[in-house]
């Protein structure tokens, strides 16, 4: 049998070595590392004393060393920071075997470094590192240059076509490499993220399961009929906090103490908006679920909302958000706790629709039976035998879904009182309450409380009016037109009291006093004429005469007011002079006339 030839071993040594680098590429190894195999692998099969993998960096504008062989610390140094392969030089030298090899994608081969004008300022370090000749081969990764394969001998030599050959297939496994590296650093970002996808998955999943389980707890306790006492107790429960609920009158529904704490939730008298700035309602607008804040230390508050409008406040002890299982919980609870005050008010509405039918019926002055009207009152837990006041609360320029706000605060007062409890309806765009009294000041004390906490929720000029203390149930119709008359006829400042008739002047003597049929007439004689001339004319002479007394005879200032010019003041002053023969230069005359005018409104209005 015939002994293989030294060509046969070295086919066998060189078919090895390249299938050792397959299998290395194939198996999961780190980059360098592979990146050194190869090179030690061309030292091997062809006999050069080091090699060394070169690749572009991410900006493609320097070669570095990545993997080598054989090369001291201080050459790849040399060529990786001191005297870097750069692709586009700034200097006249654009020579490097390297860059030439990286940039034509042709092999470079240098028989002698030290003949070689192309290695430049490498020449000379090279030769002191025992570097003679050197071969370079483009190293490709999916057709694209991405480096060079180099090997480096320690004497002049010519890397023949065989070697040449084999040097650029392990350029080719060399750029499997990389591809193959690159692949596996994909696969291994993309499981993380699958494994980070899962696993947030999985803890949403736990969340959901939980908020469910949350919601059920709330809905449950709904579904019993527990009311606002119930759902706070489970609120605090689950938050571990003290709880109390607030309605927007500042009255409290319901407080749950916690391991000896107990919530006291601010005085909401104590929010006047000229002192303290926003109101409480304000302040919230943003709370989601709760807030902290320097007006209330020591306490989270939130809001209870049902689509746009507020019902009530959720107060919580401490002044730290909680965790988001927590903070699920109380904003499940401010929604279970709003469908819970939605339906209280549903019972309230049909409670309040007797009250303000009995209401109507006092207004009107057509007490039949007035013994019956007395049951019914003790039926609504209010008492008619008791001396009575009316209070006619009001906000300035109000549209309907303010006074709705502040019906709704007004019936949470009232509800609020003790036994007997007073009326309360809506009459002629004003709330009016028919309060019983309690002392010389006890209904006055409401209509202020009623006023500050209303500036609380809506903003503007919430006015208050009382009228004087009514014996009998025969005497309220004259009570209801006194405070209507108080809203009507004195005109609002930012900064008035609450209105009564001992505080308006001669309006409100004459609001106090008038018969409305038997004054009437009075009213009728001075200002008749005026209003018939008017409706025949097509003319304002009520509303002149009017606007002209209420600017002191200044003929400037009415005529601004009407936005008319001041002659047409003047020629109508003199007309309305003419039909009821007076003078308005004449004081006694204007004091008619301003009286006629002040009991004509009220007895249009009664």
């Not at 030294?6 to 780190?30: F, G, T």
């Not at 959901?208 to 119930?230: M, P, T």
């Not at 005026?530 to 002209?548: A, E, G, I, K, Q």
Request: proline letters at 5%.
């Amino acid at each position: 049998m015939k002994s293989p030839s030294s060509a046969q071993l070295d086919l066998l040594h060189w078919m090895s070595a390249i299938d050792e680098l397959a299998i290395a590429v194939n198996q999961e190894r780190d980059l360098p590392g592979l990146l050194r195999q190869i090179a030690h692998t061309a030292c091997d099969l062809l006999g050069y004393e080091s090699a060394a993998v070169l690749l572009v960096d991410d900006d493609r504008t320097v070669l570095r060393i990545e993997g080598c062989w054989g090369l001291s610390d201080s050459y790849v140094r040399l060529v990786n920071e001191e005297s870097p392969l750069l692709l586009a030089p700034e200097g006249t030298f654009v020579g490097s075997p390297s860059r030439l090899a990286f940039v034509e994608g042709e092999p470079v081969i240098v028989e002698d470094i030290s003949n070689d004008p192309s290695y430049g300022p490498w020449a000379k370090a090279a030769q002191e590192h025992g570097h003679h000749s050197m071969a370079a081969v483009p190293l490709r990764n999916q057709g694209e240059i991405v480096g060079t394969m180099n090997v480096y001998g320690s004497d002049p030599r010519q890397l023949g076509p065989g070697g040449l050959e084999l040097l650029q297939i392990l350029a080719s496994h060399a750029g499997i490499a990389l591809e193959t590296s690159a692949q596996l650093e994909r696969d291994r970002r993309r499981v993380r993220e699958l494994s980070d996808l899962n696993e947030a998955l999985r803890s949403r999943t736990e969340l959901l399961q939980q908020h469910a389980a949350v919601h059920d707890r709330f809905i449950g306790v709904a579904r019993r009929g527990g009311g606002v006492s119930d759902i706070a107790a489970a609120l605090s429960e689950m938050a571990d906090r003290a709880v109390a609920v607030q309605d927007v009158s500042g009255q409290t529904l319901a407080s749950v103490p916690r391991a000896g704490v107990s919530v006291r939730p601010p005085n909401w008298l104590s929010w006047n908006r000229q002192d303290t700035g926003p109101s409480l309602i304000d302040l919230l607008t943003h709370a989601c679920p709760v807030m902290a804040s320097e007006s209330f230390p020591g306490l989270l508050a939130g809001p209870v909302r049902v689509g746009e409008e507020t019902l009530g406040v959720l107060w919580l002890g401490g002044d730290t958000e909680d965790d988001d299982m927590r903070l699920r919980a109380i904003e499940q609870a401010a929604v279970v706790l709003g469908l819970e005050m939605l339906r209280r008010r549903a019972v309230i509405d049909a409670h309040w629709q007797l009250r303000g039918d009995l209401v109507s019926e006092l207004a009107s002055g057509m007490l039949i039976d007035p013994d019956a009207v007395i049951a019914r009152g003790d039926r609504l837990g209010s008492d008619l035998r008791l001396p009575q006041r009316v209070l006619a609360i009001q906000r300035e320029r109000a549209d309907e879904a303010v006074t709705a706000q502040l019906l709704r605060l007004a019936q949470s007062l009232v509800l609020s009182r003790p036994r007997p409890k007073p009326l309360l309806a809506l009459r002629d765009g004003a709330i009016v309450i028919v309060a019983p009294v309690a002392g010389p000041e006890g209904v006055e004390d409401l209509a202020r409380h009623v006023r500050t906490v209303g500036s609380q929720i809506v903003e503007g000029g919430v006015r208050v009016a009382v009228s004087e203390t009514c014996p009998d149930p025969e005497q309220l119709p004259g009570a209801f037109r006194q405070v209507l008359g108080l809203l009507r006829l004195i005109p609002y400042t930012p900064d008035e009291d609450i209105l009564t008739v001992a505080s308006a002047g001669m309006i409100g003597m004459l609001l106090a006093d008038v018969d409305p049929q038997r004054m009437g007439v009075l009213a009728e004689r001075w200002i008749g004429p005026l209003r018939d001339y008017d409706r025949r004319r097509n003319t304002d002479l009520v509303t002149t005469l009017r606007s002209y007394l209420g600017h002191d005879l200044n003929t400037s200032a009415t005529a601004e007011a009407l936005f008319i010019h001041p002659n047409t003041v003047g020629l109508r002053i003199k007309r309305i002079e003419s039909l009821l023969g007076v003078s308005l230069s004449s004081l006694g005359d204007i004091t008619t006339l301003g009286a006629a005018l002040a009991i004509d409104h009220i007895t249009r209005g009664a």
